[in-house]
């Protein structure tokens, strides 16, 4: 009687961020034998992509769920979990979703509105910025090794601002099952916002971590989601 394979994952970076990012996670991963993949977002590029939003990161995340045989567990980090959102219902090999620190809209929500940043005035919607925070090193790697968090603070790219005001039509988390990972010392997306948002999901696991856990704690993490992935083929 054949088996089914354990699933893959699917690492969705987040908002400034490009796949390599993920690498460390991805040695862990392989380290407990567990295939990943990655997919980079076109709102996010080394000058942007100004004209790319919500609707084209959900498209390039459809393209490499196409591209992936077998179950898949999505994971997205961030702003990554919007187009997550957008885009991972209507993939069948799809088993689960892992939200890191992530966003997790329900329709017609976008990154703005959740933090209740409704435009006062029309927003050049085309335009691109670099990370908003005045000090990267403390608010996305506050408990990333020096040496890896200065590398990862030089290799953030400007994202367009039509990623940040884009709203989901979809909510993936409605019908596909989510687990939310709330990070207890993330100095960019607060703790208790986070929590306010994991009310979406089936089950809710803690890190001790800040927001970056796959670079602060990638083996504990990969531990975990190879925790999620056993639970979500088993039942």
Known sequence: MPTTPPPSFLLVHGAWH???????LQDALAVEGLRSHTVALPSSGPQGTPAAGVYDDAEAISARLREIDGPVVVVGHSYGGIPVTEAAAAHPGVVHLVYLAAYMPAEGESLGSLHGREPSKPVD???AQPPIFEDPRTSLYTDVPDDLAERAVGELVEQSRRSFQEPVTR?????V????VVCEGDQALRPAMQTKMSANAAHVERLGTGH???LSAPAELAALLGRIASRATAS
Do not use: I, N, Q
């Open 18 to 24: 490009r796949p390599a990012c993920w690498k460390p």
């Open 125 to 127: 919607l085309d335009g």
């Open 171 to 175: 909510a993936a988390w409605r019908t």
């Open 177 to 180: 099952p989510a687990t939310y």
């Open 212 to 214: 970056s856990a796959f």
